[in-house]
């Protein structure tokens, strides 16, 4: 027997990549995606938390879920889905149609329940999963992201969240192996931060952890989970060294930084109750990233390069024009460069996200000092002015800066 599971993640339906929508987006994802189910002959689906970007996400972006969750379920009447919610999700809002997919076979696992003595319920964190046949091949751990308390307690003075989260996992799977037949596998979920887990650059939706709380071991994914499906990173990665414990990664970029970063979801297929292969399947992007230039160059040349970029055809649809970051070296303030690049790119194919300024390496400086009030007094503003500007563009102050400056220090000491 065999059981055929995709694993996905850190959608954020709803969100905006610099102010442009990417409902285009997502569309072409979840197409793709039902697609994929269905030539793979998929049994399950795990969606590893962040469904959405925002926990009260706009009437578009549930529609956009909800649609998918009924027009897959028509497509492929045997599929599974388990979803759990992430730091960015409502587990309220996402669980409250529950009587509503459990007719579509999904399962959406938001808020850690606790039975009438206090305890945690873990029969409700356990979803049996049935391969095409109807024949059940495993039990999924459907943790979602944890808050503080919502963990097993401790006896201990100082219980950290990471030894909470720790208890939490070994309690359940402990449990869970209980309830297991022979040859019946067992999978986590989780929507966390692993400690060693590869952060994308500038990408700060993943940094956030609600109050500031610490990473945890790949070690608390007991050696007896045939695979672990785990959300929040948003690069696709082994955790710890292990091939069974994974990030499924965004289907979406997040940040500049993953502009030759394939996205992806992982093929994962059990036999027997054991894992048999995962396999990673590149995710096909309908908005590319663009960054120009390569190195940040002086704005001249920015400029003559962003003017040889095509002309946008007429009526073109503009979801699909890639994003562009541009990078400029200043030597010297430009206060109107944005509206030269804005000028240059009124008729092409590309959508402005940003600008980003770099300045030449300053050589090191001496240390100096602390300054008394009374040797603040005595330092001459037109030299803090060389100085921060030297500092800041390395180079000399442009004698019409500093007629400027003179100007208005005679105006202030009128």
Known sequence: MSLHIIHTADWHLGQTFFGYDREAEHDAFLSWLADTLEELRTDVLLISGDVFDVANPAASAQHRFFRFLRDISRRLPQLQIVITAGNHDSAIRLEAPVPLLEELRTSVSGIIRRTEEGTIDFDSLLVPLYNGEGIREAFCLAVPYLRQGDYPPSDEDEDTYMAGINRMYRQLFDYADGVREPGEALIAMGHLHATGAELSDDDRSERVIMGGLESVSSD????????????????????????????????????????????????????????????????????????????????????????????APVDSDKSSWPYLEVQVLLTEPEPG????????????????????????????????????????????????????????????????????????????SI
């Open 220 to 311: 608390i994914f007991d050696k007896g989970l045939a695979y672990t499906a785990l959300g929040h990173i948003h690069k696709a990665q082994r955790v710890g060294g292990r091939e069974n414990v994974r990030y499924a990664g965004s289907p979406l970029p997040m940040s500049f930084s993953e502009k030759n970063y394939r996205h992806q979801v992982v093929n994962v297929v059990l036999e027997k109750g054991k894992l048999s292969t995962i396999e990673t399947i590149p995710v096909p992007l309908l908005t590319g990233l663009l960054r120009i230039p390569e190195q940040p160059a002086s704005p001249e040349v920015v400029l003559r390069q962003l003017a040889e970029l095509p002309v």
């Open 337 to 412: 460069f944005r509206h030269r690049v804005e000028e240059v790119l009124a008729d092409k194919a590309v959508r402005l996200t940003s600008i980003r300024p770099s300045y030449p390496e300053r050589v090191d400086e001496e240390m100096v000092d602390s300054f008394s009030y009374t040797d603040l007094q005595k330092i001459d503003p037109l030299d803090m002015l060389r100085h921060a500007f030297a500092n800041r563009y390395g180079g000399e102050l442009p004698e019409e800066l500093e007629s400027m400056f003179k100007l208005v220090m005679r105006e202030v």
